[in-house]
């Protein structure tokens, strides 16, 4: 069993930096951050490898948003940069489970199986 929680929410004026942090516990190959606005579907931010380090972002956060991760401390981070209004949603962390494989470029929902509780980020204009 995977277990996830985030922290690092927040308040901020367009064009400021939050970064989010997520504790893990258990074996997975990928971990993953997801956006949900109101009214809106859950969607893909970004992905990264366990192992390999390989990351994958959607299109509206490349250049701007960074995932990383501390192995050894179990812990996924996600800086964000040059946020705007639309950028506010709550963001959940992610984990699919152990010996999953995800084929490159795709970040969709149903590959992750566990989640955090999500975090708020709100932009202001």
């Known amino acids: 069993q995977v277990q996830l929680v985030e922290s690092g929410g927040g308040s901020v004026q367009a064009g400021g930096s939050l970064r989010l942090s997520c504790a893990v516990s258990?074996?997975?190959?990928?971990r993953g951050w997801f956006r949900q606005a109101p009214g809106k579907e859950r969607e893909g931010v970004a992905r990264?490898?366990?192992?390999?380090?390989?990351?994958y972002y959607a299109d509206s956060v490349r250049g701007r948003f960074t995932i990383s991760q501390d192995n050894a401390r179990n812990m996924v981070y996600l800086q964000m940069d040059d946020l705007k209004p639309e950028d506010t949603a709550m963001y959940y962390c992610?984990?699919?489970?152990?010996?999953?494989?995800?084929?490159?470029?795709?970040?969709?929902?149903?590959?992750?199986?566990?989640w955090g509780q999500g975090t708020q980020v709100t932009v202001s204009s």
């Open positions: 992610a984990a699919a489970r152990p010996l999953m494989m995800i084929p490159v470029g795709r970040l969709r929902t149903d590959d992750f199986d566990y």
């Open positions: 258990g074996n997975t190959y990928y």
């Open positions: 990264i490898h366990t192992r390999s380090e390989s990351a």
